[in-house]
């Protein structure tokens, strides 16, 4: 059954035996593992998979016309001090770091770069281990096939302030890609990273899957921010885990806007104490998208702190699945672990299904989950109106107001600005008076 | 026909009535008090001139400068030059005061027009001054976290802002200490002119010390049973409202 498998023979060639080894045991992971049901704790409420994932294949180097669209179009982060740039998984456009950054030893590589010269850097992360949350298949299938991401290595006491910036854009009908974003924070390394996932037309359906893993080591700041905006025909799988050390600090933000069905697990590890890590996730579903959120928090020593937050506002007959657990292990006391989801219904017709959940062994820890799910207050809607907005107007600033807490969390008043414009041009066509 | 007019008003909540045939008119250029006690109707009146459709109008009209404004969208009402202060005013989460207000100026202008952004900033700033408002409070999310002076204040700085015909005041005094019930009187009497209308609803006549009415009407079960001038505030605060009900009322019964 290796049919399925794109990877080129010619990198092949080129690879490590590690590497190798990864990759044909992730082609088995794949052939081997039946397509998850709704049966499946992992998969509740989801809708099934019906599609045939092997149909969809990596695509050659796409026409230029396509690549132009991208480069004119990987705006969302305005001044980025490096950026890569990949349509169906190969790049085409890079910004290296500035001569400083590498003088100190930060590398930010596109993945053949780092498959290539930097094999040590990537040998103890790359491809070892993914989200235990359900998606091990697709894992599986991301390991085989990954040829295009990014690999950023930040040395101790390293600071970079400038975002990085990664777009992935999908062009071709039927075709496969699977990024890779890496992000290696040595300790008291400060560093952000956006990846921006996108389409070049409305119509191509491709098969998304990408992974990305950050290993926080002692003391690193490490923010890192994912837009999704892929066309509406699009299936997406993102899987992203993290793990953080001691004192590490931690920020995941997660923008959901695109896609026909887009999955996206999250699973971060604290393994030191004092850590901080925060999961925000903002996403607006419409049509019948369905949205399907799996996330993991599992503390492994005390003294840490974890704060998820994903909110959804859901038009038409879209859906969202959140499904969230904490784990306090044993000797992780002091614990801070919170979970909360949010769902603003906009439509009646619209489903949004929470699976809140909490495995403490530890006894002494503050830990708190919640969901709640609602529609637009018609107060606070009467007293816009009473001021003269007009219903449509007051409807978005409910809407947008709604996903503010988590907008201002962005740290970047132009990406902030962006993402603004992004949810304002959705909600245009979305809210009529 | 410069008036705000309420002709035999008849409001149900639930099939009870609690407007029973009220009638009031307030020209531009003056200030009428309405007081009474709770429960006698004067939020409903407020909520039912501003277009909230959880009440049932079984008959009698509204006119604004002569136009009816019964049964029109609350935003319609406000466009067509009303304002009302809301008792209790309501949080709105991630909508900071300067694009709140921001969006109801805009609503006020031509399609194709676009509020001047250095314009509106000025201005703004010098009417939240006025009312003694921090300015960093134009970021702050609409009243979310605001003590009870501080929405009140707001609620004054809107209505300074969208510069209405006739403004509502209900119980704005409710909750106020007596630093910020001038405050908020500075920003009325600021506003006061002869081509403006307040209708000042309160369940004290603390607040009519620095507001002063033309007149005052005394509302009781539904509808006004005595009017009067400023003076009529003060004999209301001495004799209570039981003196409403024994001089007033059981004489109307009868």
């Known amino acids: 059954m290796n049919t399925t498998v794109n990877t080129h023979t010619t990198a092949n060639a080129l690879e490590p035996q590690w590497l190798l080894d990864r990759r044909n045991s992730g082609n088995e992971t794949y052939s081997n593992l039946p397509v998850p049901s709704a049966k499946d704790e992992n998969w509740r409420f989801a809708s099934v998979l019906s599609e045939d994932i092997d149909a969809f294949k990596s695509a050659p180097m796409p026409e230029d016309h396509a690549i132009d669209y991208a480069l004119s179009n990987s705006k969302l982060v305005e001044d980025p001090i490096a950026e890569l740039i990949f349509v169906d998984d190969h790049l085409v456009q890079s910004k ?3 001569k400083e950054l590498i003088d100190k030893g930060v590398r930010f590589l596109s993945l053949n770069e780092a498959i290539e010269d930097h094999s040590h850097l990537l040998e103890p992360y790359f491809l070892k281990d993914s989200t235990r949350l359900g ?4 894992f599986g299938l991301h390991a085989s096939n990954v040829k295009a991401g990014a690999v950023l290595y930040v040395p101790k006491g390293v600071e970079i302030n400038e975002p990085i910036a990664v777009y992935h854009w999908s062009n071709t009908d039927k075709g496969l890609i699977c990024p890779h974003t890496l992000i290696i924070a040595e300790a008291q390394s400060k560093v952000s990273l956006i990846d921006v996932l996108a389409s070049t037309t409305e119509e ?3 098969l998304n899957i990408s992974a990305s893993n950050i290993q926080g080591h002692p003391s690193a700041n490490i923010y890192r921010k994912v837009i999704q905006n892929f066309n509406s025909k699009t299936l997406s799988f993102q899987l992203d885990s993290a793990i953080a050390d001691r004192d590490t600090q931690l920020e995941n933000i997660a923008i959901n806007l695109g896609a026909a069905k887009a999955r996206y697990e999250n699973q971060i590890k604290i393994n030191g104490s004092g850590a901080h890590v925060t999961m925000y996730s903002l996403s607006v579903a419409e049509e019948t998208q369905e949205f399907d959120q799996r996330t993991f928090q599992t503390h492994n020593a005390p003294n840490s702190v974890s704060d998820l937050l994903y909110k959804n506002a859901l038009f038409d007959t879209s859906r969202t699945i959140f499904s969230g657990l904490i784990q306090v292990e044993e000797g992780a006391q002091q614990t801070d672990a919170y979970q ?17 959940g909490l495995e403490i062994l530890a006894n002494d820890v503050k830990c708190s989950h919640g969901a709640t799910t609602g529609n637009i207050d018609e107060d606070e809607l009467f007293y816009m109106l009473s001021r003269g907005i007009p219903h449509r107007v007051a409807m978005q600033l409910i809407v947008l107001g709604f996903f503010e807490e988590i907008i201002e969390k962005l740290g970047s008043d132009s990406l902030a600005e962006n993402i603004r414009k992004l949810l304002e041009e959705k909600f245009a066509s979305k809210i009529k008076s | 026909m410069q008036s705000l007019e309420i002709t035999n008003l008849n409001v149900n909540i639930d099939g009870q009535p609690i407007l029973k045939d009220f009638s009031l008119n307030i020209p531009k250029g003056e200030i009428h008090a309405l007081m009474g006690p709770n429960g006698t109707g004067k939020s409903t009146l407020a909520k039912v ?3 909230h459709e959880d ?4 008959s009698g009209e509204i006119l604004l400068n002569g136009e009816s404004i019964l049964g029109k969208e609350p935003d319609e009402i406000s466009l067509a030059g009303l304002f009302l202060a809301f008792q209790y005013p309501l949080e709105i989460p991630g909508v900071s005061i300067a ?5 109801a100026k805009q609503a006020r202008l031509p399609e194709n027009e676009s509020i001047n952004a250095v314009e509106y900033y000025k201005e703004l700033y010098d009417k939240m001054d006025a009312l003694k408002i921090d300015r960093k409070f ?3 999310s609409l009243n979310e976290g605001f003590s009870g002076g501080e929405k009140k204040r707001c609620e004054v700085l809107q209505m300074s802002m969208l510069e209405p015909d006739y403004c509502i005041m209900d119980e704005t005094d409710s909750g106020l200490d007596i630093d910020a019930l001038k405050i908020v009187a500075d920003g009325v009497n600021l506003m006061r002119s002869p081509e403006r209308g307040f209708l000042i609803i309160t369940h004290y006549q603390r607040l009519l010390d620095y507001i002063i009415p033309d007149v005052v009407h005394v509302m009781y079960d539904g509808k006004i049973v005595h009017s009067g001038d400023a003076e009529l505030a003060k004999e209301l605060e001495s004799k209570g409202y039981d003196w409403v009900k024994d001089s007033f009322v059981s004489s109307l019964a009868q």
């Open chain 1, 96 to 98: 290296p770091l500035p």
């Open chain 1, 135 to 138: 998606s091990q298949k697709y």
């Open chain 1, 204 to 206: 191509n359906r491709c």
């Open chain 1, 340 to 356: 909360t989801n949010r769902n603003l219904l906009l439509d009646q017709r619209a489903d949004a299904n929470a699976l809140p």
């Open chain 2, 49 to 51: 001139i501003a277009g």
């Open chain 2, 55 to 58: 009440y049932e109008v079984t």
């Open chain 2, 99 to 103: 694009n709140f207000i921001r969006a």
């Open chain 2, 138 to 140: 134009t970021a702050r």
